[in-house]
């Protein structure tokens, strides 16, 4: 197995804002298979599957990254961390579809915004979540839309 244990395909999915039914949905299949493809002693995710959600792994690690090195470039500029960074939060797919940079699904965007700000406030900067209807000009601004 990619994950090395059903436990750590797991724990990836969750990690990536993945819930079962959305893999379900995007292979085909019953919110019971995956749960199955979870479960020890049951049937291993199919290649096709662990490829996939190993690359939404990638995409979610380079994207807290990106904006980990980000906030490090502002650390550099400013000769000190800020005391806190805006991070983006969505309150349903129609507003990610409105406000949202890319294509894709907003519970993957908001996990990618909670372990930033885990990750941030273990450093010691307090991490702010914005929905669109707190400023929606700045909402925008951070988005970079419209």
Request: hydrophobic share 40%.
């Amino acid at each position: 197995m990619t994950f090395g244990s059903k436990a750590a395909f797991r724990a990836a999915r969750e990690r990536c804002g993945i819930s079962q039914k959305m893999l379900a949905d995007r292979f085909g299949n019953a919110v019971l298979t995956v749960k199955r493809w979870e479960k020890p002693g049951e049937a291993e995710p199919p290649a096709d599957v662990q490829a996939w959600l190993e690359s939404m792994l990638t995409q979610h690690v380079e994207a807290v990254e990106a904006a980990l090195d980000a906030v490090e470039e502002m650390t550099e500029t400013q000769g000190h961390a800020p005391s806190h960074v805006d991070l983006l939060y969505y309150r349903s797919q129609e507003h990610y579809d409105r406000y949202g940079r890319d294509k894709g699904d907003y519970a993957i965007v908001n996990a990618r915004s909670r372990e930033i700000a885990a990750i941030l406030e273990a450093e010691g900067i307090e991490a702010r979540f914005r929905y669109p209807e707190d400023d929606e000009a700045g909402f925008q601004r951070l988005a970079n839309t419209r």
